[in-house]
């Protein structure tokens, strides 16, 4: 795979949006991104159907501490006090976010590499526990046989083998991570399909940014981009939406666009009426302190990162909204 800088794409067209059923709109994520779709789905739990993790843990898991995110939420699970990250979350989301008794209505999809040196496989397993507390266990699928390095894991063999540990960190593991995602979130699918390119477009992500922040203070890219399948552009059926946030060393900076075009949801999107939307997170250095383009899950950018109104969550609902027609 190449590592490219994404072609512009004109968007003059997009004024109107597309036709998005608002039940069909689910969150996965990787690594930083694993822990953003989970802060996502609490801050949105009302409208979101389904998420999917992999290498990622609790909601407030950091507490708003780099030292913890680096110790107990990468590391040493056995520190992660679940109890008291459900008790957070409901004190946080009260007369602020969803009832986070709405997230019974979703399904959950985790996954974590058997070889993974990065995200022990233990912080996962603390966040089904999370999860437990809000839902029934048969609602949450848990993959942890793959012997998959820290890495979003595909059937791609243009990837490197899925022991290895290095960029782009999308691993060749003889296993469809996105299929696997999506097919738990919406069902039985159809098979995946050569995506059409043509159909990737390009989001001014900076004009959503809320009020009072900007690329830098949010550590957001200027742009996002989205795979819209050749049925939703032509406004032919009504789609299923699905955000993707990519992890650490992932940017467009980092990687191009391989995480966008080929972690394998396109595939499934083109055959099932999927728009895939992929935020795009920044480095930025030494304010805020985030050198490696993570999603913010740890409070670089506000004490009150995990909340609705929080700059990174509040940019990727309102690209939603817009994406929605709403």
């Not at 979350?89 to 058997?114: H, M, Q």
């Not at 399948?229 to 939406?241: D, E, F, I």
């Amino acid at each position: 795979v190449l590592f490219q800088l994404p072609l512009i794409v004109c968007l003059f067209w997009l004024s109107s949006g597309f036709n998005v059923d608002p039940s069909l709109v689910s969150v996965s994520g990787f690594s930083s991104g694993g822990f953003m779709a989970v802060q996502f789905h609490i801050a949105f739990s009302q409208s979101i159907k389904g998420v999917g993790v992999i290498a990622g843990g609790p909601y407030w898991c950091a507490e708003g501490e780099i030292s913890i995110a680096l110790t107990s939420c990468i590391k040493y699970a056995e520190l992660i006090n679940v109890d008291l990250l459900v008790r957070e979350t409901v004190a946080l989301v009260s007369n602020k976010e969803d009832d986070p008794l709405t997230l019974g209505n979703a399904t959950v999809y985790l996954f974590s590499g058997e070889l993974d040196t990065v995200v022990n496989t233990g912080v996962v397993k603390k966040l089904a526990t999370y999860y437990s507390y809000f839902m029934l266990l048969d609602q949450i699928t848990q993959v942890y046989n793959i012997s998959a390095e820290h890495s979003f894991p595909t059937n791609n063999a243009s990837f490197a083998e899925c022991n290895h540990l290095g960029y782009p960190f999308i691993n060749y593991c003889s296993y469809d991570g996105a299929g696997a995602i999506l097919q738990n979130i919406y069902g039985k699918l159809n098979p995946p399909v050569t995506p059409n390119y043509q159909n990737v477009i390009q989001l001014d992500q900076a004009s959503f940014i809320p009020k009072g922040w900007n690329t830098t203070s949010s550590s957001l890219y200027h742009y996002a981009y989205a795979y819209v399948p050749t049925n939703c552009a032509s406004n032919k059926t009504s789609c299923a939406l699905h955000i993707a946030f990519h992890g650490c060393l992932q940017t467009i900076l980092n990687i191009g666009d391989v995480y966008y075009k080929y972690t394998g949801y396109n595939n499934w999107a083109e055959s099932n009426n999927i728009i895939i939307l992929y935020p795009q997170a920044n480095a930025t250095q030494p304010t805020p302190d985030n050198p490696d383009g993570c999603w913010d899950w740890w409070g670089y950018t506000t004490s009150m990162y995990v909340v609705r109104d929080a700059p990174q969550l509040a940019t990727v609902q309102t690209m939603v909204k817009y994406l929605m027609r709403d």
